[in-house]
């Protein structure tokens, strides 16, 4: 019996796993126990205030969930209070020495302070179930993957996870973050999103793999005057000042992804530009940003026809300047009855003259419509509409609400699965989701959470990924198992629809460019296994579905050439040359796995180049070259030994192989 009262007591606390010490009440119980307290305090309140004054309304529903909750509380601040005056009795009974009675009173308020937390335990655990009764639950299985993941390692979403980016010590959270630390995380991002350690390489993989696959383009990667715009959720940053802890972007990991934008991919600063077409940059993001990179342009909307707002933005470039909307840049809805406007809502200049797109996300829960706010409802603060509300001059999204809805809204109902989605046309509009070349969820100063690894600390997180839906899957994941969970709804009915977007389950036909070709699927969809292991089917190998990468508190920077393995390297062979030594002529003879660019040049024992033999893009194939033992010139070379060196550029990395040649006379 003591030994499990001793139990219930440990249970309630953390307990140093070294020295045996209490540190502290567990977050779970100390969040079960402030919820079984604030519920049990309004439940007495509630019936002391309805039903005293007409006993009557004892029979109303509300009542009979409130007076069990109310009876509950006050048998158990009676039962503890008890218990406290018994102990305190045996404690009395023990300085006067009688110690047989004392523990007898002891051993009786022990029993019924057990009683009474086992009690709380179990009312609390009720009130929580049913709470947790509304939480979001996927109506498809764990690991049931749909759709074609996209990506250099297709479905893959990365997610980096480090303790030291914030401390929440500092009064103002945006001053609270290391900005080396945001660098780093996105240095280990896009080493482990393109599999390459060497971020020049890292950034040029990306942009080629894009290239390539969105406008056919081949061994290209960024090119100087290409314009990248990056969409940011200002929905809290209703005024340049900012204060209190709404959900806003961190100036520092901002100013890492500049950097990297910068410093390694090659952009010139007036090529990038950061906007929001309804609200403003603040003053600790844009500052900050400003001073280290005062070419990048700011865009911003002008909200100042809503009371308290401040003035609207300026129109200096490298500044703060006006979104303007492009005419001839609309989009068409699969569904034209439900989402007014259709051919008509356009996206700024910003989004039409950009070559790419990100979408910089502050994943959260949308209760009380969409479910979840990530990349892709990011894109509702990037639409202009010509008629409806003449709100925030025309720059909202409300005449979208309606076609979005995962829960019940005022006179907006809840849009059932297997339905039309307004998000999967600007997740898939070639002028919009279709330029996306990164996408980026951004959960560093999100809420605290209690379970592993965040241990109720800030959920420091980076999220990144090519695949427009896995990444909003994995979010979806991640958001429902934190402390506040996602209310029940259809939330990932728009996942289904784009995951399947060229045979969806509404049978919508989705061609938002109203240019005869339908979408085709934008990306893989699936939920995973568990919240503890976080495994989707790649991780598995039960599937070709999603693939998280989870780096969690490695402070470790990759700084050698190490790869991931692109099929090539141990496939790719360049053969003995035949004959060997030669006089004449020597026949070199190689294979290619994959279409690649192929490079075949003879060195002299200097390392100089004294002849090219092959330099142009090759199929996969078996392959044949000459070589006469003469130089550019046509000047025969001394004889001796030479290395012939084949370079295969994938276009995400550059393999080499060689062997030596010998010329005679």
Request: proline share 6%; charged share 20%.
């Amino acid at each position: 019996m003591f030994s499990k009262i001793r139990q219930q007591i440990k249970d309630q606390f953390t307990v140093c796993p070294r020295t045996g010490k209490i540190n502290g009440i567990k977050i779970g119980k100390r969040k079960a126990f402030w919820l079984w307290f604030v519920v049990g305090i309004a439940s007495v309140i509630w019936v002391l205030v309805r039903v005293v004054p007409k006993p009557s309304r004892a029979d109303y529903p509300c009542q009979k969930v409130a007076q069990p909750i109310a009876a509950g509380f006050i048998a158990w601040l009676l039962g503890l209070a008890g218990s406290a005056l018994i102990i305190r009795k045996a404690r009395n009974l023990f300085q006067r020495k009688r110690y047989v009675i004392g523990a007898i009173s002891f051993a009786i308020g022990a029993i019924l302070c057990f009683v009474t937390l086992n009690v709380t335990h179990d009312v609390a655990a009720s009130v929580i179930d049913v709470v947790n009764t509304e939480a979001f639950v996927p109506t498809d299985p764990a690991n049931s993957p749909v759709g074609v993941a996209k990506g250099i390692f297709p479905g893959r979403v990365v997610w980096v996870y480090d303790s030291e980016i914030c401390d929440a010590k500092i009064k103002n959270w945006w001053d609270d973050t290391d900005p080396e630390v945001a660098r780093r995380m996105i240095t280990q991002a896009m080493y482990n999103l393109t599999g390459i350690a060497d971020q020049v390489k890292a950034w040029d993989a990306l942009f080629k793999d894009f290239n390539q696959t969105r406008y056919g383009q081949n061994d290209v990667g960024y090119q100087a005057g290409d314009k990248i715009a990056i969409k940011v959720n200002n929905i809290f940053s209703r005024s340049y000042k900012w204060s209190g802890n709404q959900l806003r972007s961190t100036p520092q990991m901002v100013y890492a992804l500049i950097w990297h934008l910068v410093n390694n991919a090659g952009v010139p600063e007036e090529d990038i530009t950061f906007y929001d077409c309804i609200f403003y940059h603040g003053d600790p993001v844009y500052n900050y940003n400003h001073a280290a990179f005062p070419g990048v342009r700011w865009a911003e909307g002008d909200a100042t026809d809503r009371k308290g707002y401040e003035g609207g933005p300026g129109n200096n470039q490298g500044t703060r300047e006006l979104v303007e909307r492009d005419p001839n840049c609309v989009v068409y809805y699969g569904d034209p009855d439900l989402v007014k406007g259709s051919g008509e809502v356009c996206f700024p200049t910003v989004v039409s003259e950009a070559k790419y797109l990100m979408s910089y996300s502050l994943p959260r829960p949308h209760p009380d419509l969409a479910g979840v706010t990530c990349c892709a409802k990011n894109y509702f603060g990037a639409v202009w509409h010509p008629t409806i509300y003449d709100y925030y001059h025309h720059w909202q999204p409300m005449f979208m609400h309606e076609a979005v809805a995962a829960h019940d809204l005022g006179d907006i109902k809840m849009r059932p699965m297997g339905s039309y989605n307004a998000l999967v046309d600007l997740m898939g509009h070639q002028e919009l989701g279709g330029k996306n070349i990164l996408l980026i969820g951004e959960c560093i100063h999100q809420d605290y959470w209690s379970a592993a690894p965040f241990n109720g600390k800030y959920a420091s997180s980076l999220f990144v990924s090519q695949d427009f839906v896995a990444i909003e899957s994995v979010l979806i994941d991640f958001l429902r198992s934190s402390d506040y969970g996602l209310k029940d709804g259809n939330i990932d009915n728009y996942l289904h629809e784009a995951a399947q977007a060229d045979n969806p389950p509404s049978g919508t036909v989705y061609d938002p460019e109203n240019d005869g070709v339908p979408l085709k699927s934008l990306g893989v969809h699936e939920h995973w296994n568990n919240s503890t292991d976080k495994q989707y089917s790649r991780n598995l190998g039960t599937g070709e579905g999603i693939e998280l990468i989870q780096v969690i508190d490695n402070p470790e920077i990759p700084t050698s050439a190490e790869n991931f393995s692109n099929n090539f390297e141990g496939t790719s062979t360049l053969l003995d040359n035949y004959p060997n030594p030669f006089n004449v002529s020597t026949k070199i003879r190689y294979t290619v796995p994959k279409p690649a660019d192929i490079s075949i040049s003879i060195y002299n024992m200097k390392g100089e180049i004294v002849r090219t033999l092959v330099n142009q893009y090759q199929p996969a194939g078996e392959y044949e070259t000459h070589w006469d033992g003469n130089n550019y010139s046509h000047i025969r070379l001394v004889p001796g030994i030479y290395i012939c060196r084949m370079e295969i550029n994938t276009g995400f990395e550059t393999i080499s192989q060689s062997h030596k040649l010998m010329l005679v006379e």
